[in-house]
């Protein structure tokens, strides 16, 4: 099992749509997660960390279930500005090692 | 504020030469990081600090070094360039590892002739 695994995309969603990814990780220990955005090759930017069971900002939910060990990201209303690609971060897995998940695509149609 | 400053943006290389990138960070950041991503591939990780004078291979350290002098500056080198080393670099910095998300210079675009 991968340490990090992310739901392979890519999305095609109408604007409006709402749209979850899923994300599940192998190191039972870890305590904190994040989603970065990244846009068409450019840095990945923070878009919400999760340190208890979720946390919310504006149309983006991210839920963490640790008995099954994974994160979600819910992206509500989605807008044509959503569209990027949304990476899973597991600090510290597998001892001082952060890994990213490989990424999902999301595209937001008109 | 400066963040995390990598340069060049962009480079071209011939094979067998050898170049250092550049990775500065002013927000006292202990942890540093360097990755690389390769056309629709996520982020791999080539080798990181967790403070100055302490290294660490990642998942493909091959044909790379680094050091750590200085808290501010983790630079990469490459030691002999090869065409499968074509690829965007990014440096990332946080205060530690465990429990703080990493801020990411804008990266390096590195081609291998």
């Known amino acids: 099992r991968k340490e990090v695994e992310q739901d392979p995309g890519p999305f095609n969603v109408p604007e409006g749509a709402t749209v979850a990814f899923n994300c599940t990780y192998s190191n039972s220990a870890s305590q904190s997660f994040f989603w970065y955005r990244q846009d068409c090759r450019k840095e990945p930017k923070l878009l919400m960390s999760?340190?208890?069971s979720g946390n919310e900002d504006g149309r983006f939910t991210a839920q963490l279930n640790r008995a099954s060990q994974y994160i979600s990201l819910l992206i509500r209303d989605s807008k044509l500005s959503d569209s990027a690609t949304y990476l899973c971060v597991v600090p510290n897995t597998g001892g001082f090692k952060t890994i990213f998940g490989a990424g999902t695509r999301l595209f937001v149609k008109a | 504020n400066a963040g995390v400053t990598q340069t060049p943006k962009f480079q071209v290389l011939k094979t067998g030469q050898s170049m250092t990138l550049q990775c500065a960070q002013d927000?006292?950041?202990?942890?540093m990081s360097w990755y690389r991503q390769d056309p629709g591939m996520g982020l791999r990780l080539i080798h990181y600090s967790v403070g100055a004078g302490i290294t660490d291979q990642g998942e493909v350290p091959n044909g790379y070094n680094v050091s750590r002098s200085t808290t501010e500056d983790f630079p990469l080198r490459l030691l002999s360039a090869a065409p499968s080393q074509t690829s965007v670099y990014f440096c990332?910095?946080?205060?530690?590892?465990?429990?703080?998300?990493?801020?990411f210079g804008d990266g390096t675009r590195l081609s291998i002739l």
């Open positions: 927000m006292n950041h202990e942890y």
């Open positions: 999760v340190y208890s």
């Open positions: 990332a910095s946080s205060y530690s590892n465990r429990d703080q998300p990493q801020h």
